[in-house]
């Protein structure tokens, strides 16, 4: 249901909005207004070539005769490679966020105070499944930051 996946979304804005100082006041009473968006694209399928090593046997194991038995130890080690493809679906996720002045709102060209975009991607469709890493991201360097944000880690389904 997408009317209470946003209610869930609000809560995580605004959680984050609190984190850094802000108070969630009625729309009425707000100093700033913020507007969110967020979507997931449909997908596209990315191939890659693997190129796997074939292991196997590159000296030793044999037997001579010297004045003797001789045995030399057997030697392992990377003796070939293989090339598959490997197929699989890749989403990008996104989020937008711009604050307004609340009281310019109205007028013909508000005022924007602050412009957030955050792209992520990954074998995911789910926006859900990413939404918190996601926000926590692009609060790091808010309000004063601005800049590419690299967030480590895989966050997918």
Do not use: H
Request: aromatic share 12%.
């Amino acid at each position: 249901n997408d009317t209470l996946e946003w209610k869930s979304y609000r809560l995580i804005f605004e959680d984050n909005f609190e984190k850094v100082g802000f108070t969630i006041t009625p729309m009425e009473s707000a100093d700033y207004i913020a507007f969110v968006s967020y979507g997931v694209n449909d997908g596209k399928m990315k191939t890659d070539s693997v190129s796997q090593p074939i292991f196997g046997s590159t000296f030793g194991g044999g037997y001579g005769i010297y004045s003797g038995t001789i045995y030399t130890m057997p030697t392992y080690g990377v003796v070939g490679s293989r090339t598959s493809t490997v197929s699989s679906e890749f989403f990008t996720r996104k989020i937008a966020m711009d604050i307004v002045l609340r009281e310019t709102l109205l007028d013909e060209k508000p005022i924007k105070v602050y412009e957030g975009r955050l792209r992520s991607s990954g074998s995911c469709p789910q926006l859900r499944e990413v939404i918190d890493e996601m926000v926590e991201a692009l609060f790091q360097k808010f309000p004063n930051g601005s800049g590419k944000v690299t967030v480590p880690g895989v966050f997918d389904c």
